[in-house]
């Protein structure tokens, strides 16, 4: 390809996807590469996502791409693209330094990274950014507002909101909890003692995993829980005279909520 074509293009947004989508144009891998290297002087988000589509097979390119992503400011006028880079390469680690970066969470920059990036970014890609990145930061301030954030922007079904837990740091579960009750993400206030009534979902050879109505969160009985009576076979369990089933309703009373916020029935102590 004529490379006065290919510096008239420099700046055209478009341009970056003729190039991801027809590599072909290019006489040569090298000239192709040259030109991501150039575009990404002037445009390092459209020269990432140039490489997206074959980061596997370009991880020299990839390499050298991430080398000219240096946020060392938080001033800079690239910040947001960058930070957006970061988020497309799936870099976690990079982006957990970011996160480290003294002045990150000034007002300004709180605004710029919640409205520019983590508010146009896909749902399941903030999911993996909090999974492999946010629950390594150590920083509590940073840790609660990625958190307010991430309730502020989507809604999130049960199995979504359970990785949410398993990935939040021990030390945020109680701002979690807190988070999920006012963004009505836990339906329902579940207390100790009360008595509730759920439904089989699964039944393993220990455990009866049942959903509370109205609720998100996971709940189980023990097998010890059931009955007063020593059971060899969970399956040989009744209630009400039916044998144990899946979709069977039940009242059982909540005997404990973990840390995690994982709720554990009795039936045996429902009077």
């Given at each position: 390809?004529?490379?006065?074509?290919?510096?008239?293009?420099?700046?055209?947004?478009?341009?970056?996807?003729?190039?991801?989508?027809?590599?072909?144009?290019?006489?040569?891998?090298?000239?192709?590469?040259?030109?991501?290297?150039?575009?990404?002087?002037?445009?390092?988000?459209?020269?990432?996502?140039?490489?997206?589509?074959?980061?596997?097979?370009?991880?020299?390119?990839?390499?050298?791409?991430?080398?000219?992503?240096?946020?060392?400011?938080?001033?800079?006028?690239?910040?947001?693209?960058?930070?957006?880079?970061?988020?497309?390469?799936?870099?976690?680690?990079?982006?957990?330094?970011?996160?480290?970066?003294?002045?990150?969470?000034?007002?300004?920059?709180?605004?710029?990274?919640?409205?520019?990036?983590?508010?146009?970014?896909?749902?399941?890609?903030?999911?993996?950014?909090?999974?492999?990145?946010?629950?390594?930061?150590?920083?509590?301030?940073?840790?609660?507002?990625?958190?307010?954030?991430?309730?502020?922007?989507?809604?999130?079904?049960?199995?979504?909101?359970?990785?949410?837990?398993?990935?939040?740091?021990?030390?945020?579960?109680?701002?979690?909890?807190?988070?999920?009750?006012?963004?009505?993400?836990?339906?329902?206030?579940?207390?100790?003692?009360?008595?509730?009534?759920?439904?089989?979902?699964?039944?393993?050879?220990?455990?009866v995993f049942v959903k509370i109505e109205n609720e998100t969160?996971?709940?189980?009985?023990?097998?010890?829980?059931?009955?007063?009576?020593?059971?060899?076979?969970?399956?040989?369990?009744?209630?009400?005279?039916?044998?144990?089933?899946?979709?069977?309703?039940?009242?059982?009373?909540?005997?404990?909520?973990?840390?995690?916020?994982?709720?554990?029935?009795?039936?045996?102590?429902?009077?």
């Amino acid at each position: 390809m004529n490379n006065d074509l290919l510096q008239k293009h420099l700046n055209d947004p478009a341009w970056a996807e003729v190039i991801r989508l027809h590599s072909g144009l290019f006489d040569t891998q090298e000239e192709r590469e040259n030109f991501i290297l150039d575009l990404a002087e002037t445009d390092i988000l459209l020269a990432v996502e140039c490489k997206m589509s074959s980061v596997e097979t370009e991880s020299r390119m990839v390499d050298l791409l991430k080398s000219k992503i240096q946020i060392n400011n938080t001033d800079d006028v690239c910040f947001v693209e960058k930070f957006m880079s970061i988020i497309e390469f799936r870099d976690w680690n990079a982006l957990a330094k970011i996160f480290a970066t003294q002045g990150i969470m000034k007002k300004k920059n709180k605004e710029k990274i919640k409205k520019n990036v983590l508010g146009v970014i896909p749902k399941i890609v903030f999911l993996e950014c909090y999974k492999y990145c946010f629950s390594k930061i150590k920083d509590g301030q940073v840790n609660s507002w990625i958190m307010q954030v991430l309730f502020q922007l989507y809604n999130f079904n049960a199995n979504e909101i359970q990785m949410i837990i398993e990935a939040t740091p021990k030390r945020q579960y109680s701002k979690l909890n807190h988070l999920l009750r006012i963004n009505k993400k836990y339906n329902r206030d579940i207390k100790v003692n009360n008595v509730y009534t759920c439904k089989v979902l699964i039944i393993s050879h220990k455990r009866v995993f049942v959903k509370i109505e109205n609720e998100t969160r996971k709940a189980s009985i023990y097998i010890g829980e059931l009955t007063n009576q020593r059971l060899a076979n969970i399956y040989d369990f009744e209630c009400n005279s039916e044998k144990l089933h899946i979709g069977q309703k039940l009242k059982a009373k909540v005997i404990s909520i973990d840390e995690k916020g994982r709720i554990n029935l009795s039936l045996k102590q429902v009077k």
